[in-house]
């Protein structure tokens, strides 16, 4: 794992009060903004609107500061929103929101040295020869240093922010308050069961016993299939708030880029079937499609597999709906799409005829690529573009506006993650007859 980006040192505040006094702050930043916005709106004879100046270039960039200083809850939940509503927010926020998926501050040394006595106790450098303070990667949970065991074999060693685990409910309680009061969530759209989302899943990946558990898991799963490289458990150096595996050489996935095509296509064609295989025979699926989740070694064409915070396990009757949809896409069949989609909540029932052509209309978009003919070719191809288009106007549509369950909307993540790094990568894949053989 190399090429460490330039990371930003901050610490991490702790305890809830502190956290709570950041959050506080970020409120009084962004109302002192905006009244500074209207006065000078007002003295241009101009009519200030609260949307704009919420959402003023200043306000922009002190809330994706605040957030991600905090990490924790508070970057998570801008995480999710974006996930999850990204379509219905105004393009400032879904601005910010972005920047908080691929941006976090690091701890600084001394923060770093306590999170490692909290972990391992004061004698913990016995059980390293040596520990790199510079992370390899920051997120919103916790950050990855590469070190040596004293026999020399090289970990990686995931760190959680000090505070972050106790801080889950009060952060999101204030995230929750905060996006209420700044009125940029619509109000059509009932933010509880996101909260509750948020909630679950941060408890769940603050928990790295249960991540080794599913670390471990994949890589029996994919111990036969030499195409992937799962990192391998160190319980000797795991603990509740210290995760310790293997460190796996490798590059950015980005890199496969200038591979030549039949490279990039087997790759790809590998991710798409390992998420096929996730959904209809592990029933396991990492559900996080951040591209740093993914590395490649040039020298074998491996995938590295990485993070599995995110794992979640898919219902049957989730799994099922999801075969039906497949079966109905393939076979063209709309009532049998709008039944599975109303199976796997991906839309409400009762829609009028004009909003059911309208949704129809955009699963076709989808299903065009899975019934070929023959391969889907990702390079310059303006399928996201013309999805994203139809979703903006669904979004235009207030009676369409409906947030699936989190079973869903994760899946579906993990299906459009896969989408934009194959498009990135410039891949060509034989999806219709990957489909196929799970329809």
């Known amino acids: 794992m190399t090429d460490r980006p330039d990371l930003r040192i901050r610490a991490v505040p702790e305890g809830r009060f502190a956290r709570a006094r950041r959050m506080g702050g970020l409120a009084t930043g962004l109302a002192s903004g905006m009244a500074l916005g209207g006065a000078q709106a007002l003295l241009k004879g101009q009519r ?73 106790g004061a004698e913990f450098r016995r059980l390293f020869r040596s520990f790199d303070t510079r992370p390899l990667a920051a997120a919103s949970i916790g950050q990855v240093h ?83 490289v799962v990192p391998r458990l160190d319980p000797d150096r795991t603990r509740p708030a210290a995760l310790a595996m293997s460190f796996e050489p490798s590059e950015p996935v980005e890199r496969l880029a200038d591979a030549p095509p039949e490279i990039r296509d087997r790759a790809v064609t590998a991710l798409i079937e390992l998420c096929l295989r996730e959904l209809f025979e592990f029933r396991l699926m990492q559900t996080d499609p951040n591209f740093a989740n993914y590395r490649w070694r040039p020298e074998t064409g491996q995938i590295v597999l990485l993070d599995f915070g995110a794992t979640r396990e898919i219902s049957e009757e989730m799994a099922e709906g999801y075969r039906a949809l497949l079966r109905a896409g393939l076979g063209g069949d709309p009532d049998a799409t709008m039944r599975a989609l109303e199976r796997i909540g991906f839309i409400r029932p009762g829609l009028s005829e004009r909003h059911r052509a309208t949704i129809l209309d955009m699963a076709g978009m989808g ?25 903006m106007e669904i979004g235009n549509e207030r009676e369409l506006w409906h947030i699936p369950p989190a079973e869903t909307l994760f899946l579906q993540r993990k299906i459009g993650g896969l989408y934009l790094l194959a498009t990135r990568l410039g891949a060509c894949v034989e999806i219709p007859a990957l489909a196929a053989r799970y329809a």
Do not use: C
């Open 146 to 228: 590469r070190a040596l065991t004293p026999e020399g074999v090289p970990l990686a060693v995931k760190l959680q922010y000090p505070g972050v685990a106790g801080a889950i409910d009060s952060d999101l309680d204030n995230a929750a308050a905060l996006i209420r009061w700044s009125g940029l969530w619509p109000a059509e759209l009932d933010i509880g069961p996101l909260m509750a989302e948020a909630r679950r899943q941060l408890h769940e990946e603050a928990d790295y016993a249960r991540e080794g558990r599913a670390l471990a898991r994949f890589g029996d799963l994919l111990a036969e299939d030499d195409r992937f």
């Open 48 to 120: 200030p609107r609260l949307p704009e100046l919420m959402l003023s270039p200043g306000n922009v960039a002190r809330m994706a500061d605040r957030l991600s200083e905090m990490r924790g809850a508070a970057m998570k939940l801008g995480q999710l929103l974006s996930m999850e509503a990204g379509d219905l927010l105004p393009p400032e926020l879904e601005a910010v929101l972005a920047r908080l998926r691929a941006d976090a501050h690091v701890m600084p040394p001394k923060q770093l040295k306590q999170v490692l006595e909290t972990a391992y």
């Open 367 to 391: 299903f065009a690529i899975l019934r070929g003919p023959g391969p889907f070719d990702f390079r310059g191809n303006d399928f996201a573009e013309r999805v994203r288009a139809r979703g």
